[in-house]
């Protein structure tokens, strides 16, 4: 509201965001507590063309609001871990080698393709932190593949890291 975004706090029944001028909005955010609001909210507002984007908390669900009419659903662990992702983007240079330890550098790559954390511990690097669409895992099991466009952040010798990237942000995976 400060940032003079319109919001409206509705009973909601359709007549109730007929009044606050639904036909006019660009999108909606639902954010009820209970999902039994949120699923009547999209359902009575099913004709009406507007983007329609929730936040709930409860992964089980999401596939019932996508059916009810929700365009997207935001899960609040997922924001979460999004927020943390861009903080580390933020103190980390991508494809930015810096030496953490006496011989031991650190670099956070986009993977260009899929590749196994252990494929790359072969390769004498440890996987630090994967993110991939908001979710961040923080030391990921030898058996998880990264996909492609996930960002990583690697600790390893100079020269292990060389193995993989050369020319700051060109990588030689496969």
């Known amino acids: 509201m400060d940032d003079r975004v319109v919001c409206v706090l509705t009973s909601g029944s359709e007549r109730s965001f007929l009044e606050n001028g639904?036909?006019?909005?660009?999108?909606?955010?639902?954010?009820?507590?209970?999902?039994?609001?949120?699923?009547?909210?999209?359902?009575?507002?099913?004709?009406?063309?507007?983007?329609?984007?929730?936040?709930?908390g409860d992964y089980r669900y999401t596939k019932y609001l996508l059916y009810a009419g929700a365009k997207k659903v935001f899960l609040p662990k997922s924001l979460i871990a999004s927020s943390i992702a861009r903080m580390i983007l933020q103190?980390?240079?991508?494809?930015?080698?810096?030496?953490?330890?006496?011989?031991?550098?650190?670099?956070?790559?986009?993977?260009?393709?899929?590749?196994s954390v252990s494929e790359l511990e072969e390769r004498g690097l440890r996987v630090i932190a994967a993110c991939r669409l908001g979710n961040l895992e923080f030391n990921p099991p030898k058996d998880r593949v990264l996909e492609k466009g996930c960002v990583a952040l690697l600790a390893g010798t100079e020269e292990a890291i060389k193995g993989i990237v050369y020319e700051g942000t060109h990588f030689r995976l496969r």
Do not use: C, H
């Not at 507590?33 to 004709?47: F, P, Y």
């Open 22 to 56: 639904v036909e006019r909005a660009n999108a909606m955010i639902v954010a009820w507590d209970r999902v039994e609001d949120i699923l009547d909210t999209l359902l009575t507002l099913k004709e009406y063309g507007i983007p329609k984007y929730v936040v709930y």
């Open 91 to 115: 103190e980390v240079e991508i494809g930015k080698r810096r030496e953490i330890f006496d011989g031991v550098q650190a670099i956070e790559i986009v993977l260009p393709s899929n590749i």
